[in-house]
């Protein structure tokens, strides 16, 4: 689905029309599996989102918008989306400069939000965080979570960049084995404050609060969010009359029956990368099973990073066989060096 999305994501193309094509791709491609299981839910876990530059996130327009923003080339765009099946989901983002390639490659500040992006992504996989070669912040207070089944944020987390308040709330946790998590990497060449604006909010999540809706709109933006998408965030959009969506939704956010994600925004001329994946953190090692490689040619920096011992970790192997692997490559290679300078020397 990514990979399809990615390929319409291209200067003109408006971003309602590719948030649609996500969603509508996601439940093409859940709907052909498990077709004997005539009662098990599948389809959207997070709603196709697609946030440019300085925007850091939960960016869904609805088709009742007036203006439509369009992508334009040079815009550093960042794709979230989420699928479920029986209640397991599997979430990803990915991040890319509209034009950048290794022939042309992005350079500058976006350059380096990419990059940065990239390698915090890269660190986090094994369990480690860089610090800022790039001269970039992690955005203030965006976590990573433990998924379970119908449960997309479970009672672990860990924070990235938490100020005073949040360091209270959450506790610490240990990683276990079998656990699956997903990791969320947010990165802003800007102080990393993400900053509410005049954007609407259109993707929303229920929450267990009892409470008996008046309005026959909201009762009905209820029942219909029920059957939909249990305990998924929704975009407005998917709902059968989105102008009764957006009246019924006032009060259930009212009375804490929705959450609103709000549009989070960093200062203008700031850019803003993302990377999330899923990954299971399996007895010989951890496991990404979500996401696209990353062409680190297609962006140029001025900056790089220098620590040695963080170069390790981001070039380590994943698991133990894959180590195994890398250690027995290695090592054929020294051979075939010495075996050269032998030949070459007699």
Same mark, same amino acid.
């Given at each position: 689905?990514?990979?399809?999305?990615?390929?319409?994501?291209?200067?003109?193309?408006?971003?309602?029309?590719?948030?649609?094509?996500?969603?509508?791709?996601?439940?093409?491609?859940?709907?052909?599996?498990?077709?004997?299981?005539?009662?098990?839910?599948?389809?959207?876990?997070?709603?196709?989102?697609?946030?440019?530059?300085?925007?850091?996130?939960?960016?869904?327009?609805?088709?009742?918008?007036?203006?439509?923003?369009?992508?334009?080339?040079?815009?550093?765009?960042?794709?979230?989306?989420?699928?479920?099946?029986?209640?397991?989901?599997?979430?990803?983002?990915?991040?890319?400069?509209?034009?950048?390639?290794?022939?042309?490659?992005?350079?500058?500040?976006?350059?380096?939000?990419?990059?940065?992006?990239?390698?915090?992504?890269?660190?986090?996989?094994?369990?480690?965080?860089?610090?800022?070669?790039?001269?970039?912040?992690?955005?203030?207070?965006?976590?990573?979570?433990?998924?379970?089944?119908?449960?997309?944020?479970?009672?672990?987390?860990?924070?990235?960049?938490?100020?005073?308040?949040?360091?209270?709330?959450?506790?610490?946790?240990?990683?276990?084995?079998?656990?699956?998590?997903?990791?969320?990497?947010?990165?802003?060449?800007?102080?990393?404050? %993400?900053?509410?604006?005049?954007?609407? $909010?259109?993707?929303?999540? @229920? #929450?267990?609060?009892?409470?008996?809706? +008046?309005? !026959? &709109?909201?009762?009905?933006?209820?029942?219909?969010?029920?059957?939909?998408?249990?305990?998924?965030?929704?975009?407005?959009?998917?709902?059968?009359?989105?102008?009764?969506?957006?009246?019924?939704?006032?009060?259930?956010?009212?009375?804490?029956?929705?959450?609103?994600?709000?549009?989070?925004?960093?200062?203008?001329?700031?850019?803003?990368?993302?990377?999330?994946?899923?990954?299971?953190?399996?007895?010989?090692?951890?496991?990404?099973?979500?996401?696209?490689?990353?062409?680190?040619?297609?962006?140029?920096?001025?900056?790089?990073?220098?620590? %040695?011992?963080?170069?390790?970790?981001? $070039?380590?192997?994943?698991? @133990? #066989?894959?180590?195994?692997?890398?250690? +027995?490559? !290695? &090592?054929?290679?020294?051979?075939?060096?010495?075996?050269?300078?032998?030949?070459?020397?007699?």
């Amino acid at each position: 689905v990514l990979k399809r999305l990615l390929e319409k994501c291209i200067s003109g193309a408006r971003i309602l029309d590719l948030c649609e094509l996500g969603d509508r791709l996601i439940q093409e491609e859940t709907a052909k599996v498990f077709k004997k299981e005539k009662e098990m839910k599948k389809g959207v876990a997070f709603p196709t989102c697609i946030s440019r530059n300085n925007c850091i996130c939960h960016f869904s327009p609805l088709r009742s918008d007036g203006c439509q923003p369009e992508l334009a080339d040079g815009d550093l765009v960042k794709i979230d989306l989420g699928a479920h099946i029986d209640g397991f989901a599997a979430c990803v983002a990915h991040s890319f400069v509209i034009g950048a390639s290794a022939a042309a490659p992005a350079t500058g500040r976006k350059a380096d939000a990419m990059l940065a992006a990239h390698y915090v992504a890269e660190a986090c996989m094994r369990l480690l965080k860089p610090g800022r070669a790039y001269k970039c912040t992690m955005v203030e207070n965006m976590q990573c979570h433990l998924a379970k089944q119908h449960v997309v944020e479970a009672d672990k987390s860990v924070v990235w960049n938490p100020d005073e308040t949040v360091k209270k709330a959450v506790e610490k946790c240990e990683f276990d084995v079998h656990e699956v998590w997903n990791v969320d990497v947010l990165v802003s060449t800007g102080d990393g404050k %993400a900053k509410e604006r005049d954007t609407k $909010t259109t993707v929303f999540r @229920k #929450k267990e609060t009892v409470y008996s809706l +008046k309005m !026959k &709109a909201s009762r009905q933006f209820f029942s219909e969010m029920n059957a939909k998408f249990q305990a998924y965030p929704f975009s407005l959009r998917s709902f059968e009359d989105e102008n009764k969506a957006r009246m019924g939704v006032v009060e259930c956010v009212k009375h804490s029956l929705v959450e609103p994600l709000t549009v989070y925004w960093e200062k203008d001329a700031e850019f803003v990368a993302q990377f999330k994946f899923t990954l299971l953190l399996m007895p010989n090692g951890q496991m990404r099973i979500t996401g696209l490689p990353f062409d680190t040619a297609a962006y140029k920096s001025d900056n790089k990073i220098e620590d %040695a011992e963080l170069l390790k970790v981001i $070039t380590g192997a994943l698991n @133990k #066989k894959a180590q195994k692997k890398k250690a +027995k490559k !290695k &090592a054929a290679g020294d051979l075939a060096s010495a075996v050269e300078s032998v030949k070459i020397s007699g």
